[in-house]
């Protein structure tokens, strides 16, 4: 529909009308058989009988059947017949799942994302949905934050490259072809800045912090072209985001340029009033109007108070047009108005869901998002060896983290059911040797519903040890499949203590006095303190929340088959007293290099490094980085520099290395940090290839927020780094002249 035609009907449309487009409810509110996704608390809301008739838009409910009959309904009481909006939370895969988002961005392959996201896209439209609330690009320093799985991890540069991937592969060129839906980049802003890790806890950063580390992935969404953006749940500096006109008005629409659709989180703009900021439900509506959120998502707030403000002129109906003209241009923009129903189709729900193709990525990915944290020559297994399988993940479905609320977990493809076809049927043994939770840990997870794990009772468990032992003395080697219950990252889920359940840690110790060849396969949301699992298992290969072919892809990797090329997105600490440690942080006036000093910025008991850095990642083969080369000394506003370094794979098999460049601004107006990545690149080596690698580096790259306000580069010394973690020394130096 033209433009002036929107305006046409904005202009046609009553107060009431166009408020009710401001409001998102669940599907259950329309239709008694539509009970939908419970992502937030419900409330008893109070909505009226209109406002629900009226509703713009709804989330957590999907099928083309359902919503092809509800938009039809739908359209016929709307008085103008505009179409609805069917939104819901496709985070990582809508059935087919692809790995966990931290796991994606442990690939180092942006490309591979857009692609996982192209196909989750095309399972949501054909399932009915216009709109996915993904990708969450908040960047995270705090693994205590269980939301740290949703994110591509520390890094402001890897963010952005896969913020800009994702909303590609959802929204392609235009959102409106087939196949294709809106991405909402979220949680405007800073979500994961929560302090202590806490969930939906006060976020206060300085506003250098903010700009230069964690703004950068939601621009690179925004200007990759999406088409929502959440606001977040926290305060920001003593402002709740969703009331918060500058961060609002000025810096997302002003600096950034976002002139889509601003959707509050699940009660968002409601929870302003708890938390001291807005003094009523009415208050919180004004400042939220007034701030440009577009949509109240699960509250009455704005379809209860937004009418009563304008008759009073408290507030500005132009404000009203101004969101409700941005929610027309986005159902528009999707083609809403010419095909109501865009891609819902039964026929293709049953050949488009869970396809092989995208079973096949879904294996891809896995095997890519793999991170080999240690390896005494366990791995690749022997397939014709003794093998016992000995933990609780080792034919366990639930292995889609919680934040696939689409997935079903029975499309899993377990381990035991993955291995049982290549290994030694003879020899192999399967074992769960515990359940995943003790009763301690079960009972943290009170309250989350139906999907509240149980514990096993004590007799049972010590069966299943026992067994598992048996299992263990007698075998040549134990791989023990271990990890977080997938409750225990996801929303809500903030742990104080990041070990692996004390249940599963008896199990390995246990099996260690009788077997010392064990391979520890970990599941997990977040980084652990992996100190005394890394001491007991001779391997260690990190498969976080991997998906509907996770069970594939890890045979893939202990056989060999694939070849671990992942790299941590995020630091594993050393343990949790160490968090938030990320590796980009600042040098400090008295760096941990001074020697046997004593006033020195260190800890006493512990190491200042994470157990494993950023970007770090084993393989079965080795590569040696050559120095760095430079084709200048210098670096100028018009002239670029170019590094190069050789990698040669020096083993005996093919594998994949990822080349990490980083750059240390020296001295400058606003200290910079230790080292920055500003450029990666895969390089697939045959056994004694090698390859040259080249990075160019120019004056963007060197940009920051200087100590006057403005974004730029300043003249001065640089270290360069090239090399396959965070923790590289392989360096040169460079200057650069404006
Ligand atoms: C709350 C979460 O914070 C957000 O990420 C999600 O999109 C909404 N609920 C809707 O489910």
Known sequence: MEREKLKALLDDMSLQEKIDQMLQLMGVFYQEDMEGILTGPARNMGVGEEDIRLAGSILGTYGAAKLKKLQKEYMEKQPHHIPM??????????????????????????????????AAAKEAAVSGLHVTFSPMVDLVRDARWGRVMESNGEDPYLNSRFAKAQVKGFQGEDMGAPYKVCACVKHFAAYGGAEAGREYNTVELCEHTLRDFYLPSYKAGID????????????????????????????????????????????????????????????????????????????????????????EKAVDEALIDEGVMRILELKNRLGLFENPYKDADEEEEKTVILCREHRNLAREAAGKSF???????????????????????????????????????????????????????????????????????????????????????????????????????????????????????????SRAMIDLPEVQMR?????????????????????????????????????????????????????????PSGKLPMSFPYCVGQVPVHYNAYVTGRPDNMGQVRFRSKYIDIPNEPLYPFGYGLSYTQFEISPVRLDGDAVTAKKALTASVTVKNTGERAGTEVVQLYLQDIAASVVRPLKE???????????????????????????FLRADGTVGSEEGDFSLFIGNSSNTDNQAKFRYEA
């Open 507 to 563: 199990l390995l110790r246990e099996v260690a006095k009788v077997n010392e060849n064990i391979v520890v396969v970990l599941f997990n949301g977040r980084p652990l303190d992996l100190r005394e699992v890394s001491r007991l298992a001779g391997s260690v290969l990190e498969v976080w929340f991997p998906g509907t072919e996770g069970g594939a892809a890890i045979v893939d990797a202990l056989t060999g088959k694939v070849n």
């Open 677 to 703: 990545l500003k450029g990666f690149r895969k390089v697939e080596l045959k056994a004694g290839e090698e390859k040259e690698v080249t990075f160019v580096i120019d004056e963007p790259m060197l940009r």
């Open 85 to 118: 909006l069917f939104m819901m939370d496709v985070i990582h895969g809508m059935k087919t799942i692809f790995p966990m988002p931290l796991a994606q961005g442990a690939t180092f392959e942006p490309e591979l994302s857009e692609k996982c996201a192209a």
């Open 224 to 311: 990759a072209g999406a088409g929502m953006v959440m606001t977040s749940f926290n305060t920001l500096n003593g402002i709740p985001a969703s009331t918060n006109k500058w961060l609002m008005r000025e810096i997302l629409r002003g600096e950034m340029g976002f002139d889509g659709v601003l959707i509050s989180d699940f009660s968002a703009i409601l929870e302003t009033i708890a938390h001291g900021h807005s003094a009523d439900e009415a208050d919180a509506a004004k400042k939220a109007l007034e701030a440009g959120v577009d949509i109240d998502m699960m509250t009455s707030v704005y379809s209860a108070n937004l009418r009563k403000l304008v008759e």
């Open 371 to 493: 991170v080999l944290l240690k390896n005494e020559g366990l791995l690749p297994v022997d397939t014709e060896k003794k093998i016992a399988f000995i933990g609780p993940y080792t034919n366990n479905h639930e292995i889609i983290s919680s934040w696939a609320i689409t997935g079903d977990a029975s499309s899993c493809i377990t381990i035991e059911a993955a291995a049982e076809k290549v290994f030694d049927r003879e020899r192999t043994t399967f074992h769960p040797g515990c359940p995943v939770l003790g009763p301690k840990e079960v009972k943290g997870l009170a309250g989350f519903g139906d999907a509240k794990p149980v514990s096993v009772p004590e007799e049972e468990q010590e069966k299943m040890l026992a067994e598992a032992v048996k299992a263990a003395k007698e075998a040549d080697l134990v791989i023990m499949p271990l990890g977080e219950h997938y409750l225990q990252s996801g929303e809500a889920t």
